[in-house]
């Protein structure tokens, strides 16, 4: 029996990957300052802020709706390529659960899915590449394996949070293709990509609401 996410479940998550992101600032803008423009944090942190303030009015959307608006938001809000890759992918998902209310395990994999092609199309990018694809590929590959396979509820979000970090730590040993990183002389190697590591809180945070309060 899978299980059902409500636009309220959508924003309590959110509220939580908010403040995963808000209190991991420092070590996010440390990253980033090695490899990158060093403003990840605080774009990626404005947007997040935003779409907590939008909760009360998206907690009374349709499930889909919800993903256009969270779309919209970041794509006005963070600043940078984030806000077009993020805000394109979460447009994309909400087309791709058109007329649902709610969502179930089946769904979510189809919005994460659709987000990563998107975001892969639109940013020109691939697995490999040292950027926040390399963290949600991976978890939405293995989402797709589990739910072939049958496996719990549980078990998926185990594995889903399981890929997101372990790609995310993939990163570490990755020489960047896209980004200030590619114009290094080592690439980035040795360092973690921020765009990842926010990736894989999000999809961590994801994770660990589904297994706490919806099985």
Same mark, same amino acid.
């Given at each position: ?5 409500? /636009? ?8 939580? =990957? ?19 423009? @060093? ?22 959307? *349709? ?7 969270? &779309?919209? #938001? ?10 077009? #890759?993020? %805000? @394109? ?9 058109? &007329? ?22 639109? %940013?020109?990018?691939?697995? %490999? ?8 590929? *991976? +978890? ?6 589990? $739910? ?5 509820? =549980?078990?998926?979000? =185990? ?7 372990? &790609? =995310? ?11 200030? +990183? /590619? ?22 945070? $994801? ?6 309060? #919806? $099985?």
């Amino acid at each position: 029996m899978s299980f059902t996410m409500t /636009s309220k479940d959508y924003v309590a998550y959110i509220n939580i =990957a908010a403040k995963k992101i808000h209190d991991n600032g420092e070590y996010i803008s440390k990253l980033d300052a090695t490899t990158g423009d @060093g403003d990840h944090w605080a774009n990626i942190n404005m947007g997040f802020e935003n779409l907590v303030a939008a909760g009360p009015e998206m907690e009374t959307m *349709p499930m889909c709706d919800v993903f256009k608006k969270i &779309g919209m #938001l970041m794509m006005s809000k963070i600043g940078g390529s984030s806000g077009v #890759l993020y %805000g @394109g992918a979460y447009m994309a998902a909400g087309k791709a659960i058109a &007329g649902k209310e709610t969502i179930d395990s089946k769904d979510l994999c189809l919005a994460l899915d659709t987000m990563v092609n998107d975001m892969m199309t639109r %940013g020109k990018a691939q697995p %490999g590449y040292k950027t926040m694809i390399d963290s949600l590929y *991976p +978890a939405v590959q293995a989402y797709k394996a589990c $739910l072939e396979r049958g496996d719990s509820d =549980a078990d998926t979000m =185990a594995a889903v949070k399981k890929a997101a970090i372990d &790609g =995310a730590e993939e990163t570490k040993k990755m020489e960047a293709v896209k980004g200030r +990183a /590619s114009y290094q002389a080592n690439k980035g190697v040795g360092h973690l990509d921020p765009g990842a590591v926010t990736m894989s809180y999000q999809l961590e945070c $994801l994770c660990d609401y589904v297994t706490a309060n #919806l $099985l």
